[in-house]
């Protein structure tokens, strides 16, 4: 069964750096695309970010590149979100997201298959 969970959210000033961590347990990230969404209050989920497993081909979201770098650790089985020179508007509830891929592929909540919990991130002004 394949598990996520999401770490490090928090609260934290405008500028300020923050890194969240998606251990996934089993399933291999070779095999995956694997993604961070965000939702904020009265808004729709939204792909931040993506990586492919199989070749390290990321995508960014335009809101934040730039400023977030994903990244992942095949001996850890974890993919991370390192997210520096915040904004308000980067508050949201994160979510960690898989789906098997030998590819990237899209960036798109509807075509995950596997969720985590999520982790808030605020982001005062």
């Known amino acids: 069964e394949v598990q996520l969970v999401e770490s490090g959210g928090g609260l934290v000033q405008a500028g300020k750096s923050l890194r969240l961590s998606c251990a996934a347990s089993?399933?291999?990230?070779?095999?995956?695309?694997i993604g961070w969404f965000r939702q904020a209050p009265g808004k729709e989920r939204e792909g931040v970010s993506c990586?492919?497993?199989?070749?390290?081909?990321?995508y960014y979201a335009d809101s934040v590149k730039g400023r977030f770098t994903i990244s992942s650790d095949d001996a850890k089985n974890t993919v991370y979100l390192q997210m520096d020179s915040l904004k308000p508007e980067d508050t949201a509830v994160y979510y960690c997201a898989v789906r098997p891929s030998l590819g990237l592929g899209l960036c798109e909540a509807y075509t995950m298959h596997h969720w985590g919990e999520g982790t808030l991130v605020t982001v005062s002004s």
């Open positions: 990586i492919s497993g199989s070749d390290g081909r990321t």
């Open positions: 089993g399933m291999m990230l070779d095999d995956y695309a």
